[in-house]
């Protein structure tokens, strides 16, 4: 007896991907309203939705108004509860590409052909903040990258950082709530500045060095487009032998690392608290597409006990001059979400989402996280059928007798929803390994049943020491003020003590003494700190800058009526040309009178600011520059670019607005201004020899060997 009369194919379902292959079948759900009809969920056309039906035109509104009653219900059920963590969130789709076959490491499908390119979709978030939050503040970011491969979802549920506060995932819960804002008055939002997390902070050395990472810069990326990632975990590569090695997995962003200073982060949080987020959306509908290389370090089997660290200890980092990141392939991001909740806000990752190829092992946050994942979407997304929203749904197909549930999409024909069955041919059946069938990997375990920690996992200074020692002096100098922002926003004293005497004297006693002085502790007079011996990995944001191009970044051009717009045309197209975006900024948001003609503003001091930008740049032009003196929000704006550290330019008349803003007293009385503090200057017609100056400075991201203290911004 047949299952049904159709019956299904006997054969399985070919598998393969192709770049398209998840926006083909996204565009069976994408819908477009233009110019049809207003109807019901029903279909029925609509004829008024501005006034409910009512007795009489000023009477009550009566219960048959089935058009009013569904728009008010599914109004009412429109909010979602957000991520307990990682609420805040941007994504975008595009695609891998590896670069050369990987077959001796692993045997997913996804790492075989340089000529396939995987679909994916990678969501940046913020951990702390709720889901309207500000985008650039103090905390670790999120970087989720689900591949859509021909064998299934891979999800690679990695942070912005190689390490994570705890070892242990059932210390997670603690951890969250200790950061969030805090349970009696719920503040502060987004911002681990207070005193729970700093008390289960101190009385947790484990955190050391995450808290180290979080300190840094690495804390405040300029855009998701110029920020690293890391899959964190020890994962299991396995290859076509059944030969597994252990991987680590790196994100590195082909436009080199870049941070924010933390002033500047602070005051983008209100000037445009969606500044990464419109970073990446902006810069994917430009076409500049964010590229991100992926590296593996790989360590053998026999190999897992050389180090002296754990390669289970999420806390640990291996260090690149032990086990070399090896590159293999490419991600480019390439196309903005059509809608954001149903793509950013309904994707759901999973650690446990894995292809073959790719395994576990048994450090137990990554345990912990394999259970917890899937609990939280069902609360999130309201039932077990998530997997079934258009931006989850795998490109490989789907058979299995999983039925019913909330919100089912699917129309299961047949009989048949259990295995072993007849009346279905016998399917669907489990695949061989051959045909793709995933096989945990075999490792032998034994041990009594227990609740400890290796002794393995014990030594929590040693890595943050080497982070803090790794780092150049300017970025130690931003890493003290950042603690010493952090405890000093702490209330209850004795916290600030042991962070200053129990912990952070045991990574360094300079960093202790430093952070001390700035939140009224006393010094720890005693050095508890590891011994840091032979070379250190470079892990700080400068290591990892590129300072050989200026693309995508953003300078501004102070302007004002009188403006040189023959010289500005030069230096826009050469700031172009070089792959920068030029906006031109005025008092107000209308055209300008230049010298030769009419100049387009592009933004008023009102609608932008400082922050806003990577670098500065003023054009001649005596009217101008005469203009722009009396403007406090133009001398604000140098003083504040100067602050941070940015690349600022001016050419003939324009120096003397720099010499009006002071910029703490730099001498600028030379042809070309202090090229080696940034500055770039000229008196002269040179404008090329200024331009190409400029170019080099705004190149070097940001320069630290200001004397910004005395800057008042
Ligand atoms: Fe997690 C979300 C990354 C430890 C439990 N986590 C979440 C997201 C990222 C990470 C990027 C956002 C996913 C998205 O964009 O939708 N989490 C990490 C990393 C960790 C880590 C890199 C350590 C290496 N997480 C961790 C532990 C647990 C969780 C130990 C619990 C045992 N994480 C969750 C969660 C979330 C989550 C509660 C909230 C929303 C979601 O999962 O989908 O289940």
Partial sequence: MTDHPNR???????????????????????????????????GLRVSDTDNS???????????EDFHLREKMMHFDHERIPERVVHARGSGAYGYFQVYEPLTELTRA??????????????????????????????????????????????????NNMPVFFIQDAVKFPDLVHAVKPEPHHQMPQASAAHDTFWDFISLMPETAHNVMWVLSDRALPRSYRMMEG?????????????????????????????????????????????????????AIEKGDFPEYELGVQIVEEEDEHRFDFDLLDATKIIPENEVPVRIVGKMTLNRNPDNFFAETEQVAFHPGHVVPGIDFTNDPLLQGRLFSYLDTQLIRLGGPNFAQLPINRPVAPVHNNQREGYGQQTIHRGRVSYFPNSLGDGTPRPAPEAEGGYVHYAERVAGHKIRGRSPSFA?????????????????????????????????????????????????????????????????????????????VPEVGVEAR???DSIRTRKVAVLAADGV?????????????????????????????QGEGGEV??????????????????????????????????????????????????????????????????????????????????????????LTQGFIAAVAQHRFWNRPKGQVPA
């Avoid at 803090?468 to 922002?485: G, I």
């Avoid at 197209?573 to 948001?589: K, P």
């Fill in 8 to 42: 299904p194919p006997a054969s399985p379902e070919p598998r393969g991907v192709s770049e398209q292959s998840k926006q083909e079948q996204l565009s069976e759900s994408r819908k477009d309203s233009r110019g049809q009809y207003l109807t019901t969920n029903q």
């Fill in 459 to 535: 030594d929590h200074f040693t890595q943050p020491a080497m982070f803090w020692h790794s780092l150049t002096p300017p970025e130690q100098d931003h890493l003290v003020e950042a603690a010493q922002f952090e405890l000093g926003k702490v209330e209850v004293f004795a916290i600030r003590e042991r962070m200053v005497h129990e912990y952070l004297n045991r990574i360094d006693h300079s960093l202790a003494v430093r952070v001390a002085e700035g939140i009224g502790v006393e010094p720890p007079t005693e050095d508890a700190s590891p011994a840091v011996t032979g070379r």
């Fill in 230 to 282: 890391f899959g964190v975990h020890t994962f299991r590569f396995v290859n076509a032998e059944g030969k597994a090695r252990f991987v680590k997995f790196h994100w590195r962003p082909v436009l080199g690392t870049a941070s924010l200073v933390w002033d500047e982060a602070q005051k983008i949080a209100g000037k445009d608290p969606d500044f990464n987020r419109r970073d990446l959306w902006e």
């Fill in 109 to 158: 499908r996804v790492f075989q052909d340089p000529s396939v390119k995987t679909p994916v979709f990678v969501r940046f978030s913020t951990v702390a903040g709720f889901r309207g939050s500000a985008d650039t503040v103090r905390d670790v970011r999120g970087f989720s990258v689900k591949f859509y491969t021909e064998e299934g979802n891979w999800d690679l549920v990695g």
């Fill in 53 to 63: 039906l009512t007795a009489g035109l000023r009477g009550p509104t009566l219960l």
């Fill in 600 to 689: 387009k503003v592009d933004k008023s001091f009102m609608t932008t600011a400082s922050v806003m930008y990577d670098a500065v740049f003023v054009p001649g032009g005596p009217a101008s520059i005469d203009a722009l003196k009396g403007q406090g929000d133009a001398l604000h704006f140098l003083n504040e670019s100067f602050k941070h550290g940015k690349a600022i330019g001016a050419a003939g008349e324009g120096v003397a607005l720099l010499r009006a803003a002071d910029l703490a007293g730099v001498d600028l009385s030379g042809p070309q201004g202090q090229p080696d503090l940034g500055v770039v200057t000229s008196d002269g017609a040179e404008l090329v020899n």
């Fill in 545 to 547: 800058k590129r300072t």
């Fill in 564 to 592: 040189d717009d023959a010289g500005l045309s030069a230096v826009r197209q050469a700031l172009t040309d070089a792959g920068a975006t030029v906006e031109v900024i005025s008092r107000f948001q209308k055209p300008l």
